[in-house]
């Protein structure tokens, strides 16, 4: 059928999901300005014609010949380039059935799918989603203080145990010497109200001979609390934009942050090696599946995006064939995918989207985290946010508001007064504002990478990633508020340890 093979002949929309999601009438012009800085960020801005259009081209089968895509005479590959030099395939592999064509206009590509749903060698055909930003409401909304943690893990869960917060008044500042700021990082603390990363700790258990992968757009591995030593790119080109660089380095702050007494410290601080995959210069399916090929059986891979969905609104990147099919062969391959579900405040059961996101029927094996309420006034505790999508699909839950992790600069800004990013980007900037899936979903990574490390070195072989889902959906703190509106439950490394150790 016609409807089969044309997927969304719109221009979608990709986004790095950070902090929160924002009216939509905001939200559009916010993505076209996001496109603007992305472009300069790159050096291509100049308006229409600037970048190519690409369309996403699932063939009939491997090596299938399209007249459409030859008679168009433009630009053509393999959109997975693992396959585009190998002369021995595996055509039952479904990403061997990706074309990537680059259109000139958004006209030329609209025209191209047109064309190509009706032609016998094509499956499906959709103008590939356009990535921007999902830039979204920003407040300084108050601060905990600091309590002087020593360093010790007892004494961070007993501090993190007594959750002390309290307002202050005179906004960022750039002290001598980044001060501590584990107590405001509620979301390590015991469970209920956090998934208990000290359990793990002192038992000796913080990532290591785990690797660990993160999908977006833009890092700074040169933060004062990161291990930039053991961070690399693998594919992509990151972009300057600090907006993008700002969210990526939130997000790996609460996984990787470095145990140094200053600034945050991640959930795994000790995992051995952290890769980031750039979706900019590739598609996400590939920057997906050109990460996932690093790791190993029981490694990390988390996806930080969101896209524009046919009901205009944000949802997870797995909707899309060509990004499940780079999912489903991670996973398949024994790497632990995490993946965002999305701030589209939007029900994924909804038969819009023609159960693909019913895991009885389409089910890529990825690890999908919703957004819950952390233990804060003004939010209730594992209830669902209102901007968090939700649905039989989403697996466990995360904070969704009130994260301290590295950089955007409300809890500690420091104007940098040299070089190329000269008052715009630091290395020692922190928040406490991070938010969204986008805070949610390292949440849920960090604490896979503790029980990868643990299953490795007490059971001798990695979790798969089926079982790693069902051991943090079964020993998780469950979801309060509306339990139809599914998020689900909250890690609980404590109670998942124990079962593990068995």
Sequence with gaps: MLADKVRAPWRLAVAAIGMTAIAWSV??????????????????????????????????????????????????????????????????????????????????????????????????????PDITLATTEWAHEGAGEDVGIDGRDAARQALIREDVWTSVDDGPSCPLTTPSYESYQGYLGPAPHGID???????????????????????????????????????????RDPMWRAHGTAVLGEVAGRDNGKGVVGIAPDVERVFTGSIFGTSVAN?????????????????????????GRYIPVEYWDDVYAAIAAATKRGVIVVEAAGNGGENLDHVTYDRKFDPKKRDSGAIMVGAGGPPRTGFKDRERLDFSNYGARVNVQGWGRKVATLDYGDLQACDDDEGVDAGAYTDRHYTNEFSGTSSASPIVAGAAVILEGIAR???????????????????????????????????DLARAIERVVR
């Excluded at 300069?40 to 895509?69: C, F």
């Excluded at 890092?219 to 790119?233: S, T």
């Design 27 to 128: 939200g559009q012009l916010v993505i076209g300005r996001a496109e603007q800085a992305v472009d300069a960020a790159q050096g291509t801005a100049g308006g229409a014609g600037a970048r190519p259009v690409y369309v996403h081209v699932k063939l009939a089968h491997a090596r299938a010949w399209s007249a459409t895509i030859a008679s168009a005479h433009v630009p053509h590959e393999m959109l997975f380039t693992s396959y585009a030099a190998s002369a021995e395939i595996d055509e039952s592999d479904p990403r061997t059935q990706w074309m990537r064509v680059a259109a000139r206009s958004i006209a030329e590509a609209d025209e191209l799918v047109r064309r190509l749903a009706v032609d016998p060698a094509v499956e499906q055909a959709f103008v590939a």
């Design 197 to 239: 990363a000290p359990s793990a700790w002192m038992r000796g258990f913080r990532g290591r001979g785990v690797w660990f992968a993160d999908i977006e757009g833009g890092w700074n591995a040169q933060h004062e609390d990161l291990p930039g030593d053991r961070i690399a790119n693998v594919i992509g080109e990151p972009v």
């Design 287 to 311: 920057a997906i599946d050109a990460t996932a090929r690093q790791l190993r059986p029981g490694d990390v891979l988390l996806i930080e995006l969101q896209g524009g969905g046919p009901r």
């Design 457 to 491: 070195e007490r059971k001798g072989r990695a979790l798969s990633p089926a079982e790693l889902r069902a051991l943090l959906e079964s020993t998780g703190t469950p979801q309060l508020g509306n339990t139809k509106e599914r998020i689900g439950p909250r890690p």
